[in-house]
């Protein structure tokens, strides 16, 4: 007898970048950003697509952007595209609305690079008030959407 093994793929969404991670089992397996992928809804269905015929995942988990979400503009656009093929293709999945349970996304980042150990060389640095957003965070966003997968089970 088998064991179907549990496969997470989580899909962020932020300006000028779309990540995901992928996981079996709570393990951190895979993970890539994509800049290409965020200046178009159809180049966003694009990296969708390829992540899940390269991954198979058992469900694909992504922002639910019919609740209320900081998206707008065309990370809006990329973040409905992907529900949209979602549903189109039955792909089995989960909304989620992201919660600030953290004082900011880098206190959020470390805590979740101690339970995943694999990505914390990725571990964004606060930056200073001028500077712009590590590309990395994107990738603890879409870990922060597995992990609460995982912990609902």
């Not at 290409?36 to 015929?53: D, E, I, T």
């Not at 189109?88 to 989620?96: E, I, M």
């Not at 992201?98 to 694999?118: C, M, V």
């Amino acid at each position: 007898m088998t064991t179907e093994r549990k496969r997470v793929l989580a899909i962020a969404v932020a300006s000028g970048k779309v990540a995901y991670v992928f996981l079996i089992d709570g393990k951190l397996k895979d993970w890539h950003c994509s800049r290409a992928a965020s200046l178009s809804a159809p180049k966003g269905r694009s990296l969708f697509r390829r992540a899940v015929a390269r991954f198979e995942p058992s469900l694909v988990v992504t922002e639910d952007p019919f609740k209320p979400t900081r998206k707008s503009g065309i990370s809006l656009e990329v973040l409905n595209a992907l529900v949209q093929e979602l549903t189109d293709s039955a792909t089995p999945h989960h909304l989620v609305q992201r919660d600030q349970q953290f004082a900011n996304k880098y206190h959020e980042a470390q805590s979740l690079a101690k339970r995943f150990p694999a990505i914390a060389p990725w571990l964004p640095k606060t930056p200073k008030i001028w500077e712009a957003e590590p590309v990395s965070a994107i990738y603890f966003e879409a870990l922060s959407m597995a992990a609460l997968i995982i912990d609902d089970g």
